[in-house]
Nanobody, 127 residues
């Protein structure tokens, strides 16, 4: 089992920045990929960014490329999402996820590929 706890959400104005954190515990050595997803009211959950825990290879959704950066601190078992130049359309609940199997690059933004989920942290961006 892997437990994930997100933090760092909040309310910011458009153009601002936030850094989300995801603390992992349990059998973290079993994870291959970790990712960030988001879900806005009335919309489906979408993949935002993902990282291969063994080598740092990253994936980003087109909507966040150049603005968001995913990173990890293996010593702290913590995943981060640095979000810059935030837009109102980034408003959503953000979830951390982990997989225990290898995910092909094209599927790293697909929620069904992930096995463990956190409870989420809310990000609200006002115009």
């Amino acid at each position: 089992q892997v437990q994930l706890v997100e933090s760092g959400g909040g309310s910011v104005q458009a153009g601002g920045s936030l850094r989300l954190s995801c603390a992992a515990s349990g059998y973290t050595y079993s994870t291959f990929h970790m990712g960030w997803f988001r879900q806005a009211p009335g919309k489906e959950r979408e993949g935002v960014a993902a990282i291969y825990t063994g080598g740092g290879s990253t994936y980003y959704a087109d909507s966040v490329k150049g603005r968001f950066t995913i990173s990890q601190d293996n010593a702290k078992n913590t995943l981060y999402l640095q979000m810059n130049s935030l837009k109102p359309e980034d408003t959503a609940m953000y979830y951390c996820a982990a997989s225990v199997g290898w995910i092909a690059y094209a599927r790293r933004g697909v929620q069904t590929e992930y096995d463990y989920w956190g409870q989420g942290t809310q990000v609200t961006v006002s115009s």
